[in-house]
């Protein structure tokens, strides 16, 4: 699929985009792209190391678009766009990122998918992590970097090229591309609503189980209780039910600890990330490891060394006794699991919440509200800006204003506050020794660059 072939990425460095543009670069193809975000002058860092692995950028203006290319581009992205006109123009075949990672995918000896809702890069990139360490030399596509593949050279390490044979890939339910992929193992971390109906995610997790050799399952999920059935079903959780069980949870301020029961075998198991929903990532992976004949044991191993992925709950650092994590927590579930790991251990938390757009605010903005609210306890407070916009024709009639109304009936203490900085500015004014800022929000590179000016002026009071 990417030898000796053209591509131009629209969108190039969306956190979807990015780790495949690398991957099929990587494998011999000439690749080039262009992303409004580098128009806008946001994120040079990161397009500069873009650039750097041989990716020529261009402006999103259609002048990067040339005959011989075949166009990748989310179905989402407006056929009014300048690179979408050209291509079309130049009758170029045109591709979405799921139909080029698929195919991907689909040729390898093993493909293990990872899909959820919640999850799936923490999953990834542990999976990824295991294999590596075991010498499968993976291929692995995130939508997050992985922290443990990061260095000097490559600090936007959201891909892994390794061998055709084993393919790692999360998989995206929201837009239905989780029916294009054909699984050797089947991952599924939890069924909650986010993008589509419960009755559409159960029919799109359970035909992506049910094509697997194998499937892992989480057996504490409720909503995923239909996908249990299976005969090829590999159970994991804290469940009495699990085949990769977890017991003695315990939070620790630098992580967690629990143990993982196997066959008649038990292991300890040390995570340098905190909160029982990494314990629970940390079993589906060990769970998909054990799908691909490694031991238990190993994958343990593996996991003591990993130390996560770029914000999820990752701690920037702590000046004045105030701790800042930058998190991607963004729908009902990923809230209410963050929260949750807040509330493992003492101190306040002031938090941040960016609205990832309009859209999600009507389609789950009262089911945000009672994660926050429930999640919250006594003296945390919420600060809510404007849902981040880059532009277009969105329908913005339903806004951050709404969400903060319905957590406040919910008994939650939030703020609607419009400026992203302003509401910095009353977390730094509110906050004192023994408490954590939280950063959270997604499709917005800009958010930990907004945590690490609150933590520089922090250290600067």
């Not at 294999?131 to 000097?152: E, H, K």
């Not at 998989?171 to 069924?191: H, K, L, M, Q």
């Not at 143990?259 to 300890?268: E, I, L, N, P, R």
């Amino acid at each position: 699929m990417s030898e000796n072939k053209s591509y131009f990425f629209c969108g190039v460095g969306g956190s979807g985009m990015l780790p495949l543009a690398l991957i099929v670069a990587a494998r011999g193809a000439s690749v080039a792209g262009s992303d409004r975000s580098r128009d806008q002058g946001r994120s040079a860092a990161k397009f500069d190391w873009i650039e750097s692995r041989g990716i020529e950028l261009f402006a999103q203006d259609g002048s990067g678009v040339a005959p011989g290319q075949t166009l990748v581009a989310s179905a989402a992205v407006e056929d009014h766009v300048p690179d979408i006109a050209a291509a079309r123009d130049l009758g170029l075949p045109r591709l979405t990122r799921a139909d080029l990672n698929a195919a991907l995918f689909n040729a390898a000896d093993h493909g293990v998918g990872i899909g959820g809702t919640s999850g799936k890069s923490t999953v990834t990139g542990m999976l990824g992590w295991i294999l590596a360490q075991a010498g499968r030399n993976p291929t692995v596509m995130n939508g997050a970097y992985m922290r443990n593949f990061a260095s000097g050279e490559t600090p936007f390490a959201s891909a892994l090229v390794g061998d055709m044979a084993t393919y790692v890939s999360e998989v995206d339910e929201s837009d239905g591309s989780i029916a294009f992929y054909r699984p050797d193992v089947a991952v599924v971390t939890n069924i909650s609503l986010d993008h589509k109906s419960l009755d559409e995610l159960h029919q799109l997790f359970g035909d992506f189980a049910a094509k697997a050799r194998v499937a892992v399952v989480n057996a504490d999920d409720p909503e995923s209780a239909p996908l249990l059935r299976g005969d090829n079903v590999m159970r994991f959780g804290f469940s009495d039910a699990a085949a990769v069980r977890g017991s003695d949870f315990e939070a620790l301020p630098d992580g967690c600890r629990f143990t993982v029961h196997f066959a008649a075998d038990s292991h300890a198991v040390r995570l340098r990330m905190p909160g029982r929903h990494n314990a629970a990532n940390a079993l589906a992976a060990i769970a998909a490891a054990r799908a691909l004949n490694i031991p238990v044991a190993q994958s343990v191993a593996a996991l003591a060394d990993f130390s996560g992925l770029a914000r999820r709950y990752e701690v920037i650092g702590q000046a004045g006794g105030v701790t800042v994590i930058d998190d991607f927590a963004h729908n009902p579930d990923k809230v209410a699991a963050t929260l949750a790991a807040v509330a493992e251990l003492p101190g306040r938390a002031l938090i941040f919440f960016q609205p990832h757009g309009y859209g999600p605010l009507r389609q789950m903005g009262k089911e945000l509200a009672s994660s926050f609210a429930a999640g919250m306890r006594a003296g945390d407070r919420l600060y809510v800006s404007d849902p981040v916009y880059f532009g277009g024709t969105v329908d913005r009639s339903t806004g951050s204003e709404a969400l903060v109304a319905d957590i406040v009936a919910h008994g939650g203490d939030a703020a609607h506050i419009a400026s992203r900085d302003d509401c910095g500015a009353a977390m730094l004014a509110e906050a004192h020794a023994g408490d954590r800022i939280l950063i959270l929000g997604a499709r917005d590179d800009t958010l930990t660059e907004f945590g690490r000016e609150l933590l520089e002026k922090l250290a600067c009071a």
